[in-house]
């Protein structure tokens, strides 16, 4: 047996629809933190002082370009261009690279002038990045399957992409629970801080907030819902049976979090829904309907239904 | 589609080796260092407050000031909160202004009467402040409660009295 033979699993190819789906998504959401960071860069209270701690890895660079709002708003022009023609994918690999690069270099500039951190791009930008590097291998097939018109017909997808993007959404929501246990022990979880937190930021219409601020067990057993769906991030990269509900936890726990605090991890829920729930083994079912529906005959042979079942998603461990 | 072999061919190595070292920054930078974007360790609300104070100033001719209502006089006074889930001046360029308020804990009164009184200098038309601090704590019968406020004055060693009052 060869010493790597247990990983050609990772390169293995299905069709593109489900890494399309995604990479509209996320292109679509990319535009709207864009958008965010561009217009409310460099709000911070009067009287806020410079601090020399890294805050990205455009620290380095010297303050004449990272405090410098032109050289944001070039990003993000490039950025938008970037995307678009990646949407249309031309110039591949580089449209793919300037996006996923611009739109990183612009949250961190956002970063860098700002006194105030935020983690709803992360994800966004984490995804444009191990996207580009799909686009960036796979480049040459991309391109000929487009010339040939069999884009959607050709398995482009491989594996590595979505185990990426598990690995990725895992390991941050993982981070971010074990942190709160590693800072405040598992009295984290003890309904108190929600309270607090509820009463000083939370929307006092929204239902939630109504049941944190009324009960205080009501409070903890969502904080310790958040927690173990947060440690269960670390789960989710290697359990294929435990990620669905993982991901359940997590939307739960975003859908609570936006209704009473209003913060816009919208990517965040998307891309969960996405890559937790099992909507990568359900695309080439859907493909597979809407072609039959759309009628087989005049669809090219690789595109055909019975297809789906060989270069669709396959009956995977994991 | 499976491609037999892909791992060792030499494609598939390239692609493993940067799926490796995806995986492993990602893995160790967040340990090493808590915010360096794009690394994180997404730190937010990793604390446990068990109670906060709430601050507002009230100026001699009765006016109340609140966060809600003038936060930018509040932070001129250093009263403010800065607090928002984060640890603060981490993963960003600038630390917000100083303040007393030190979230999850309670700031004696000298030291709440020093500050402002070093700041009233930014205001001489006002004679006196009142600072009135709130402490919100969790109650035995699982709510929150607001305590009564405490009002502290603070002359202001920076008056200067109007011309002809």
């Known amino acids: 047996m060869r010493p790597l033979s247990h990983l050609d699993r990772l390169g293995e190819r299905s069709r593109p629809h489900y890494g399309q789906l995604v990479l509209w998504t996320v292109l679509l959401c990319a535009c709207a933190h864009c958008l965010y960071f561009e217009l409310y860069w460099g709000t911070r209270p009067e009287g806020s002082v410079r601090v020399h701690n890294p805050a990205s890895l455009l620290s380095f660079l010297p303050e004449a370009v990272t405090l410098n709002r032109g050289v944001c708003v070039g990003f993000g022009v490039l950025f938008a261009a970037g995307a678009v023609l990646w949407f249309l994918r031309r110039l591949l690999p580089w449209s793919a690279w300037a996006t996923a690069f611009s739109f990183n270099v612009v949250v961190a500039l956002y970063f860098e002038n700002s006194s105030q951190e935020t983690h709803v791009a992360h994800v966004a930008g984490m995804f444009l990045l191990i996207y580009a590097l799909w686009y960036h291998f796979y480049r040459r097939e991309i391109r000929d399957a487009d010339r040939a018109g069999r884009f959607w017909a050709t398995p482009l997808y491989p594996r590595w992409v979505y185990f990426l993007t598990v690995f990725y959404l895992g390991l941050f929501y993982g981070l971010s629970g074990f942190n709160k246990v590693a800072t405040s022990g598992l009295s984290w979880a003890n309904g108190v801080s929600l309270q607090l937190w509820a009463e000083l930021f939370g929307d006092k219409s929204s239902v939630f907030t109504q049941m944190i601020l009324s009960s205080r067990t009501a409070a903890a057993a969502m904080q310790w819902a958040a927690l173990v769906g947060e440690c269960g991030g670390l789960v989710a990269i290697v359990s294929r049976r435990l990620r669905p509900l993982v991901g359940i936890l997590l939307i739960g726990f975003h859908i609570a979090q936006i209704s009473v605090f209003g913060w816009g991890f919208y990517t965040n829920m998307f891309m969960l829904a996405l890559v937790f729930l099992p909507v990568r083994e359900w695309t080439p079912q859907v493909v597979a309907w809407w072609e039959g529906k759309a009628g087989n005959a005049n669809l090219p042979i690789g595109a055909a239904p019975s297809a789906n079942r060989e270069i669709g998603v396959p009956r995977d461990r994991g | ?165």
């Not at chain 2, 446990?48 to 209502?69: F, H, K, S």
């Not at chain 2, 804990?105 to 205001?123: C, H, I, T």
């Open chain 2, 1 to 165: 589609m499976s491609e037999p072999g892909w791992a060792s061919t030499p494609r598939g190595r390239k692609e493993l080796l940067v799926v490796g070292l995806f995986c492993a920054t990602f893995a160790v930078v967040p340990l090493l260092t808590t915010e360096l974007y794009p690394f994180s360790r997404a730190p937010m609300f990793a604390d446990a407050p068990r109670l906060y104070c709430d601050y507002g100033v009230r100026l001699p001719d009765g006016r109340q000031i609140t966060d809600e209502t003038d936060k930018a006089t509040l932070t001129k006074l250093g009263v403010q909160r800065n607090y928002w889930g984060n640890p603060l001046g981490v993963g960003v360029g600038y630390e917000p202004p100083p303040t007393v308020d030190d979230f999850g804990k309670v700031a004696d009164k000298e030291f709440v009467v020093e500050m402002v009184a070093k700041r009233l200098e930014q205001f001489p038309d006002w004679r006196y402040v009142e600072v009135v601090r709130t402490v919100v704590r969790p109650a035995a019968d699982g709510l929150i409660v607001r305590e009564p406020g405490e009002t502290w004055r603070v002359n202001n060693p920076y008056y200067k009295r109007a011309r002809g009052s």
